[in-house]
């Protein structure tokens, strides 16, 4: 079984911000932790409206930041801004498979079809930065094209360290189960990524010549999913949790942004659980943070709340 810093948390559009990754992190100290992806262009631009072009890692432990672009000298600079500030490794995305980034935006999962600029993206970030620099891809853009293999091999030759590999193609999106392929003769270890939620999930991993897994939906509502899977470990209380994530927002976005914000992950964490439907129609009209937390505590029974 993949060892507490071989299973990786997935960056997540809209999730993995700074308060998540700090929940994520009391419950897996050692774990790799990956930033939301981060646009090269609002980065460098220095765009105030993106708290996250802002955050520093020095305090994170071992957290890579994942930038997403098709211009090369903005790759470049993103990569060093990313490193100034104190990320362990950077991520180059190459997955994903949303429209505004992957046709619109020529980057994430279109990388996939522009082997060349790939490739200059990757020797550039490689050569910018002191620290690691990996990829996060997908099996291909499509059935006709499941050339992961070829891109893995342009990466091992420009200096990447590793890659995380999502076991569908661009055009599945995230429908139908993931299907990992065996890795086991691949140039730089590859990270299994798709449809990892159980220890079974990571042994076939680990079977198929991976050299870590990646964990992603499945941190939905359960942060500490990457512990519970390896030790099967959940916390006594969640309702505490989600207060604490609840503060960790406000602290980061400030309550008018945070409330709204937060309703999702408060979804996510009640799913499953007695009056869930109900509890999520409540706090789904809640803007007001006090409002929250006490709906929080009535459902949970907070030991934080008593």
Same mark, same amino acid.
């Given at each position: ?165 999502? =076991? ?63 030790? =099967? ?20 976005? =400030? ?45 949970? =029974? ?5």
């Amino acid at each position: 079984m993949f060892g507490d810093n071989q299973i990786f948390a997935a960056p997540l559009a809209g999730i993995t911000d700074l308060p998540f990754r700090r929940i994520v992190r009391e419950f897996s100290p050692a774990a790799p932790l990956v930033t939301e992806m981060i646009s090269c262009h609002s980065l460098v631009g220095g765009h105030k409206n993106c708290l996250r072009n802002f955050d520093r890692y020095d305090d994170e432990g071992n957290v890579g930041a994942q930038i997403f672009g098709a211009d090369v000298d903005l790759m470049r600079d993103a990569a060093k801004i990313l490193a100034d500030a104190g990320a362990k490794w950077i991520d180059i995305n190459m997955g994903c498979p949303v429209p505004k980034v992957a046709t619109r935006a020529g980057a994430g999962a279109f990388l996939m079809r522009d082997h060349k600029l790939a490739e200059k993206i990757m020797r550039a970030v490689v050569r910018a930065v002191d620290v690691p620099v990996s990829i996060k891809t997908r099996l291909g853009w499509d059935d006709e094209h499941r050339d992961w293999r070829d891109l893995v091999d342009i990466a091992a030759d420009c200096g990447v360290r590793f890659a995380a590999l999502h =076991g569908r193609t661009r055009s599945q999106l995230y429908v139908g189960p993931a299907n990992l392929p065996d890795v086991h003769d691949a140039p730089i270890p590859i990270i299994a990524n798709g449809d990892i939620k159980t220890a079974d999930d990571i042994l076939r991993a680990e079977k198929l010549g991976y050299s870590g897994a990646m964990i992603g939906r499945a941190m939905l509502g359960r942060p500490w999913a990457l512990r519970a899977i390896t030790r =099967g470990v959940a916390p006594e209380n969640i309702g505490d949790v989600v207060l604490r994530h609840l503060m960790y927002s406000i602290e980061y976005y =400030g309550e008018r942004t945070a409330v709204p914000m937060f309703r999702k992950h408060a979804a996510w964490y009640c799913v499953g659980m007695p009056h869930s439907s109900e509890f999520r129609i409540r706090v789904n009209t809640i803007s007001d943070a006090d409002e929250l937390k006490n709906e929080i505590c009535k459902f949970w =029974g907070c030991v934080e709340c008593a």
